[in-house]
């Protein structure tokens, strides 16, 4: 069995002894020893129970094993293989590297850092267990200075298993059941073979699983900086505050530069505000240029530099009234994208190119903006964002959420702290969202939505909170009252009215008003869209041609125009930007095909009618004279 409720608890109480998750850098004091690469490779049988960890595989050599393979990290494991077993596999898989780790850095703490496993992961180091982590998508760490070996070869071995997907904590669709019965004298009386499960969870996505994103060997030393907090608004107004493990007869300096290197401020407090007068300010794309600013914070004994850490962060103030979200005091309309992080092969695992592509290809549609559906992203991507200015709306793993469980809600709060510690230096983050499409038409999910609110807000008070609506609507949600602003998905054309364009645009328009005037707060259309398989066309057109998808798209923009003239929405989103992999269901051909760009990232017809849209109202100083 797998620890569930227990597991997370012992996290809650050991998260304030370990060190914070700072993102990880080298500089003059701290180095890293990347373990990405090829990982011995073990699977155990389909939802075979635990008999890695019963037999303590964490002890043995899994590269003497049979039926070892390698496995790159990272990568999703379930598109490597060759078979249907791999990628359709429930439970555990078992990762291994042997490494050395030299002498050189022995006096260093030694932190063993995973930015993404998904979704339960065990850890050993040199045969001991030294963490275990609930929910992929984060980024979690453990300080491993005692289990290491200096100078010689060291095992790091993981334990992964995929049954555990967060949306299905409360709803066990992901178990270790035994689907088929059998009567005394041993007649089936199940229409399933024992031990029958299905790898698909309550989402639109492929389950993917393994060791997602980077694994670093974190070398710092023992007195280290911990973390580093800046709030900077478009007054040029500042403040920061640092916490390190020990800042006995250790003195603090903290300089602050700007995009050209000049100090600008400077003290010796771990705390401390001021105003900087003319601050560039952080833009998003198309209302000026997304300037950063760094905040150095060094540690200093007896004249000698111990620790050093560098943030970046941006000058730049998000609010907003009943019915639009500014940035630095001018209205922001989002052109925006719900996505994926899915590719061919690598599946959620974490590559450069192909998050380059991506973000380039959002640049050139004339975007400016994009939620992290349905998880946080890459580290890599949050630095990406800042740089270019692209302003994201980052959101928890909670996807179709149906039971509101205590269990659930904590391991919920959990997961929001965890992802606004790691990405609230981020100027580029306008928003935190708390779930996908739950369904809150149930009376309960009210004060569960409401301890999420509070802890978000209790954290940060200068982003707006929200939840992106689907299964309720503006009569019947229990919780869309309590948002900063409400994030509304519809498939007018799609899922509601198949085959009847001419009727998507009074249906958009009447639905997005009538949440408006019901709660009286900002609305951003985050996902409205059509499948189309790359290459097929239909004229007149039909479901799953490219003229369909086109057309849906482009009624559904008349409903935004006249939307956005009555100052109903803020923003809006196309479902997708690119094709994605999904579980195997009679609507899913190969996987969603709702993107304007294919999986390989090639333009459908919609991507040219979404691009003209999206640069005649890229220049948002031009916001009030589009029609
Ligand atoms: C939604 C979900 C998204 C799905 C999409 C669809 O409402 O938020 O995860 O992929 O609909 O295509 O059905």
């Known amino acids: 069995m797998i620890p569930r409720l227990w597991d997370f608890l012992i996290l809650l109480l050991t998260t304030s002894l370990a060190t914070c998750l700072l993102h990880v850098q080298k500089n003059e004091i701290r180095t890293f020893d990347s373990l990405d690469g090829l990982w011995t490779f073990v699977r155990e049988p389909h939802n075979g129970g635990d008999i890695g960890i019963g037999n303590q595989w964490n002890t043995l050599d899994l590269d003497k094993f049979s039926n070892a393979t390698v496995m790159p990290v990272p990568s999703a494991y379930n598109d490597i293989g060759t078979g249907s077993e791999l990628r359709d596999h429930i439970g555990w898989v078992w990762y291994e590297k042997k490494e050395f780790v030299p002498l050189r850095d022995r006096n260093m703490r030694h932190v063993l850092r995973f930015a993404s496993v998904n979704y339960f992961a065990v850890v050993y180091v040199n045969s001991e267990k030294v963490t275990s982590h609930t929910g992929g998508h984060l980024p979690f760490e453990v300080d491993v200075s005692s289990q290491i070996k200096f100078g010689a070869e060291n095992k790091f071995t993981v334990a992964v298993n995929n049954t555990l997907s967060w949306s299905t904590i409360p709803q ?7 689907l088929a019965q059998r009567n005394i004298s041993g007649r089936i009386l199940s229409r399933l073979p024992d031990g029958a499960v299905k790898n698909v969870g309550n989402f639109d996505f492929f389950n993917y699983a393994g060791i997602l994103r980077t694994v670093q060997l ?20 500042f403040f920061f505050e640092t916490a390190a493990n020990n800042l006995d007869g250790i003195q603090v300096e903290v300089k602050m530069f700007d995009g050209d290197s000049n100090q600008v401020y400077t003290t010796n407090q771990t705390k401390g505000e001021g105003k900087l007068e003319n601050a560039k300010l952080w833009w998003p794309r198309g209302m000026g240029d997304p300037n950063l600013y760094t905040l150095e914070v060094s540690l200093i004994s007896d004249g000698e530099l111990i620790d050093i850490y560098r943030e970046t962060f941006g000058f730049r103030t998000v609010t907003w009234s009943d019915s639009q979200i500014f940035i630095n005091s001018k209205p922001f309309y989002c052109l925006g994208f719900g996505m994926h992080e ?18 380039n290809l959002l640049e050139w549609m004339g975007g400016n903006c994009y939620r992290t559906t349905h998880y946080p992203y890459s580290e890599e991507r949050m630095f990406e964002n800042d740089r270019r200015g692209i302003a994201v709306i980052v959101e928890t793993p909670a996807v179709g959420l149906k039971g509101f469980s205590k269990a659930n809600n904590n391991l919920h709060i959990k997961m929001l702290t ?10 580029s983050v306008f928003a935190w969202s708390l779930a996908n499409e739950p369904q809150t038409a149930k009376k309960e999910s009210r004060a569960y939505f409401k301890t999420l609110v509070d802890t978000a807000h209790g954290i940060d008070r200068t982003r707006p909170v929200t939840t992106v609506y689907g299964p309720t609507n503006f009569d019947n949600d229990e919780t869309a009252d309590l948002m900063d602003f409400i994030c509304v998905n519809r498939y007018y054309g799609w899922y509601i009215d198949m085959g009847y364009i001419p009727w998507i645009n009074q249906s958009v328009y009447w639905d997005i008003s009538l949440w408006r005037e019901t709660f009286h707060k900002p609305i951003i259309v985050t996902e409205y ?50 094709d994605f992999m999904t579980g ?44």
Request: proline letters at 3%; charged letters at 25%; hydrophobic letters at 35%.
């Open 342 to 359: 899915d590719f061919e092969l690598i599946g959620r695992g974490f590559n450069q190119a192909v998050m380059t592509k991506d973000l």
């Open 172 to 178: 066990g669709d992901f178990n270790y059941q035994k």
């Open 218 to 237: 974190v070398k710092i030393p023992s007195t280290h900086i911990q973390n580093i907090n800046i709030v900077a608004d478009h007054t040029g107004s």
């Open 529 to 578: 869209g059509a499948d189309s398989i790359p290459g097929l066309n239909q004229e007149p057109s039909v479901d799953f041609s490219e003229q369909y998808q086109n057309e849906v798209i482009q009624e559904t923009h008349h409903a935004f125009d006249a939307l956005h003239k009555d100052h109903t929405i803020t923003g809006e989103m196309i479902w997708n930007f690119a």
């Open 418 to 427: 965890d992802m606004i510690d790691r990405d609230k230096n981020h100027p």
């Open 584 to 627: 195997m269901t009679t609507t899913r051909a190969v996987g969603n095909h709702k993107g304007v760009f294919t999986r390989s990232r090639q333009a459908k017809i919609a991507a040219y009618t979404l691009r003209n849209r999206y640069l005649k109202r890229f220049d948002q100083t031009q916001l009030e004279i589009w029609d």
